[in-house]
């Protein structure tokens, strides 16, 4: 594996075999005591291992309300032909719908929910928006796997974000089980920047959110880093389950085989010192549903109005 000979900070694509490098950010922006409903340990956890855990941080009303909405949004969106709608592979069954604050102002003011939001402000040290947002839906004997990929590979790639200092949120809808392709993350990985070879092709967005091969770890930089880490940690949890984890942390699941749906609402809060500049390698800036450049207003904590 080779070493950084280039200006650029994080190159990735077209590089000749794979780089590994130290990320050069810190984790947590905010060297202050966290919001006193965490845990204790918790901002050293998530510094660590890249990644945190909380069960039961929403409360059931918030949980039911959020399920029937996503009800409500996999009903109207079954025949749509929306851009922001992703199908699964090969299926007509539905895998994502993007820009969620944009189609439900349920999930809208979930973004700004006092909780959520103000780990991210924590974790990123200043004000948020959101770079994306989508509802994750796996259906049972249906949904596809998710390779293993860096968020922040593809966002510095392909969509121009500066630097590590974005998290992502993950709010677990359904049970997530051993068997209905949780997600996976390797512990530690987030402090290693993993560049990848491979060309990008063109609107490599289109192909990418349904079946992931470019912009992928070879295989010898996931298996040093998992090794590194001790194995794998799979995320598993009922619904109300929320999981954070870093821009830069090694992620991915497995297809569901199951009869069981696991379905996640997703979103991603970025800096707002830390917004998006020219992708790499001239490609064309993806679509604002999948980032957001233009609707990059601060979010509001909901009691804020």
């Known amino acids: 594996m080779m070493v950084s000979l280039t200006r650029e900070p994080y190159p990735s694509r077209e590089l000749p075999e794979p780089m590994l490098l130290r990320r050069r950010e810190p984790v947590l922006w905010n060297d202050g005591p966290g919001p006193d409903w965490l845990p204790p340990d918790a901002l050293e956890r998530y510094e660590q291992d890249g990644f945190l855990v909380l069960p039961a941080l929403l409360t ?26 992703i199908r699964e592979p090969g299926s007509d069954a539905v895998r994502s ?9 349920v999930f809208a003011r979930l973004a700004r929910h006092p909780k959520l939001l103000g780990f991210a402000e924590h974790v990123l040290g ?3 928006y959101l770079h994306q947002s989508r509802l994750n839906y796996k259906p049972g004997l249906a949904g596809k796997e998710f390779y293993w990929h860096s968020d922040f590979e593809t966002w510095h790639v392909e969509d121009g974000m500066p630097a590590m200092r974005a998290l992502s949120c993950s709010v677990l ?25 491979g060309s990008t092709p063109e609107d490599n967005y289109k192909s990418s959110l349904m079946t992931q091969t470019v912009g992928t770890p070879a295989p ?39 009869p069981y749906a696991r379905a996640n609402v997703f979103m991603v809060y970025n ?13 064309r800036p993806r679509p604002e549903h999948i980032a ?14």
């Open 220 to 258: 010898e930089s996931l298996s040093l880093l998992a090794d590194q880490a001790g194995g794998l940690a799979a995320v598993k949890g009922p619904p109300g389950t929320v999981l954070f984890f870093d821009s830069n942390l090694l992620h991915g699941s497995t297809g569901n085989i199951s």
């Open 126 to 128: 200043s004000q948020a």
């Open 292 to 305: 957001h450049r233009r609707q990059v207003e601060v979010l509001r904590h909901l009691h804020e109005g």
């Open 173 to 197: 809808l359904t049970e997530n089980t051993e068997f209905n392709g949780p997600l996976f993350v390797i512990p530690g990985s987030h402090r290693t920047y993993v560049g990848c070879v």
């Open 97 to 105: 719908i993007f820009a969620l604050p944009a189609v439900s102002e």
């Open 271 to 283: 800096s707002v010192e830390n917004r998006l500049g020219p992708p790499q390698h001239g490609l």
């Open 60 to 85: 059931a009303e918030e949980v039911a309300l959020l399920q029937r909405e996503m009800t409500a949004l996999l009903e109207r969106f079954a025949g749509s032909d929306s851009a922001s709608l």
